[in-house]
């Protein structure tokens, strides 16, 4: 069968729905299902290849977010009418702006059914973009649009548990299927910590705690700041590592600088998904996440799977990634606590090979081909004639929807 993706987000720019989409891509075909995406054109080199099944939309950079590109409605419209779409049996919004408005578009005009998946918390991000506006008035604002773009389709994808649950108390009443990002768990046990470490020109032996991922305000990165001040209270040598870029990247290097912390918390930039990110992972000691917006945490699954033991705050969908697992610390949202946690996890160097077997056990639970098999059971499900399945847990079980 064959899926039309819809995105306003994709690779060059990184981001979890960027990585959520190609993770997917990949491993469909070998499950019977071929995609082709509709995306923005980011110009340059890093677009400029032709790319098998992708449709490339022209577009401008958002205000305020020179990342994002907004792309062009009529070119974006006769890309997709341009398309055999009756080859098509299904059509899979993966972000509410254009995308969104393209694929409902579609689905008025083919009839196809047409799935969207909710990758982003937009009640709790609309604020760090629009400081100037009444939050009360951002969140009701988002609430609504979540609700009326969900009830507008056949089926919902919600990346986590924690998510689906905030999606009904939105209103939404279209069946919700519970379905996380797998991740390449193969890829991210090959890293080579020392490698990296000896690059970088940090400490063989000095603990890092290591955060991956965009370096946004909406990270609660300015959290880890107060635990690496609490990490030097306690006079801990643990120092904090953030890999990523992003547009509080400035802001946090400053007040790195003005807090007196350029001994206890570095910065590498954003690294190569395909080799210098497992190498990350590898010379980590712990992970530290802060978040409580992440509708899943796949970084946190990425960290697990190269044998690292995380600290995190169980909050939204992270909760459904560190329950039950052994290599997870979750401790309350307070800096003196989560030092304190880290502090004890880094205590015991002859925990390590417990702790890393853990994480790697626990992550292989997740894995993208697991994950690609039920979305692909999904798409057949609701191509069939009359179909409407019913919604699926985390582990692919029968719930409530």
Not at 250 to 274: I, M, N, Q
Not at 370 to 377: E, S, V
Request: net charge neutral.
């Amino acid at each position: 069968m064959r899926v039309l993706m819809l995105s306003d987000v994709y690779f060059p720019r990184i981001n979890g729905v960027s990585t959520s989409i190609e993770t997917f891509r990949r491993q469909l075909p070998e499950h019977g299902v071929a995609t082709t995406l509709l995306a923005p054109d980011y110009g340059g080199e890093a677009t400029a290849a032709v790319e098998a099944d992708i449709l490339r939309i022209a577009g401008r950079p958002v205000p305020g977010d020179p990342e994002d590109r907004i792309m062009r409605w009529r070119e974006a419209c006769r890309a997709v009418d341009a398309l055999p779409l009756a080859d098509y049996d299904a059509i899979h919004i993966q972000t509410p702006f254009l995308a969104h408005h393209l694929g409902s578009r579609l689905r008025r005009k083919t009839g196809l059914p047409t799935v969207v998946t909710y990758h982003t918390l937009f009640e709790d991000y609309l604020h760090h973009y629009a400081p100037w506006a009444p939050r009360v008035a951002l969140r009701a604002l988002a609430r609504r649009l979540s609700r009326q773009q969900c009830n507008a389709v056949d089926a919902v994808i919600a990346p986590s548990s924690a998510m689906a649950e905030r999606l009904r108390a939105y209103g939404v009443c279209q069946p919700i299927h519970i379905l996380p990002t797998g991740i390449p768990v193969a890829h991210y046990a090959k890293g080579n910590g020392r490698r990296f470490r000896a690059r970088h020109g940090f400490n063989a032996e000095r603990p890092l705690a290591l955060y991956v991922g965009r370096l946004a305000f909406e990270k609660n990165l300015h959290f880890l700041l107060d635990v690496a001040e609490q990490l030097r209270q306690k006079q801990s040598p643990a120092r904090i590592l953030l890999a990523g870029d992003g547009p509080a990247n400035a802001p946090l290097r400053e007040a790195v600088k003005s807090r007196g912390l350029t001994d206890c918390v570095a910065f590498v930039g954003y690294l190569s998904r395909e080799d210098e990110l497992p190498d990350c992972y590898a010379a980590a000691d712990a992970f530290v996440f802060g978040s409580k917006t992440e509708t899943q945490g796949l970084v946190l699954l990425e960290a697990m799977a190269a044998g690292v033991p995380v600290v995190c705050l169980a909050e939204m969908g992270v909760r459904d990634v560190v329950a039950d697992c052994p290599a997870a610390r979750t401790p309350p949202d307070e800096a003196g606590a989560f030092a304190e946690a880290l502090i004890d996890l880094l205590a015991d160097p002859a925990r390590k090979t417990t702790l890393a077997a853990a994480a790697r056990a626990h992550a292989a639970e997740w894995s993208d081909a697991a994950m690609a098999a039920r979305l692909a059971t999904l798409y057949r499900q609701l191509a069939a004639p009359g179909a409407r399945p019913i919604p699926g847990d985390l582990h692919g079980k029968p719930v409530q929807g």
